[in-house]
C-alpha cells in the first residue's frame, strides 16, 4: 500500500519560513516524481513545486525564488522548503507522487497517481 505522508506544518509569522516533509512507502520511490501542491479554502488546488525522479525541479512563476523542492533517495522523502511567507499562503499542503516525469504532467494535480492527506500551513500577519 502507497502511503505519502506529510509533516512540519504549522503556524508561522509573515516573513517567516517553514519546510514541510513528505515521507513515502510502499512505493519504488526513486521512480518517482515528487510534487507539492497546495489548497486554500474556496480556491483550486494549485502546484507549488515538483522534482522529478532525475532531480529536475519546476516551480510555477509566481513563486520561483520563494520556495524549493528537495529529494533525498535515500530516505525516500522530498521536502518543501518556503520562505518570506505571506498570509497568502495559508492553505493545506499535500504532497503527490506521479509515475510521469514530463513537466506539463507535474504541473496539474491529475498527473499524479497518489496523494497524501496533507499539513495545514497558516501564516499570520
Known amino acids: 500500500q502507497v502511503r505519502l505522508v506529510e509533516s512540519g506544518g504549522g503556524l508561522v509569522q509573515a516573513g517567516g519560513s517553514l519546510r514541510l516533509s513528505c515521507a513515502t512507502s510502499g512505493v519504488a520511490f526513486r521512480s518517482l516524481a515528487m510534487g507539492w501542491f497546495r489548497q486554500a479554502p474556496g480556491k483550486e488546488r494549485e502546484v507549488v513545486g515538483a522534482i522529478s525522479s532525475s532531480g529536475r525541479t519546476y516551480y510555477p512563476e509566481s513563486l520561483e525564488g520563494r520556495v524549493a523542492v528537495a529529494r533525498d533517495n535515500t530516505a525516500d522523502t522530498v521536502t518543501l522548503q518556503m520562505n518570506s511567507l505571506q498570509p497568502e499562503d495559508t492553505a493545506v499542503y499535500y504532497c503527490?507522487?506521479?509515475?510521469?516525469?514530463?513537466?506539463?504532467?507535474?504541473?496539474?494535480?491529475?498527473?499524479?497517481?497518489?496523494w497524501g492527506q496533507g499539513t495545514e500551513v497558516t501564516v499570520s500577519s
Open positions: 503527490a507522487a506521479s509515475h510521469n516525469n514530463a513537466v506539463l504532467v507535474l504541473r496539474i494535480p491529475s498527473g499524479y497517481h497518489y
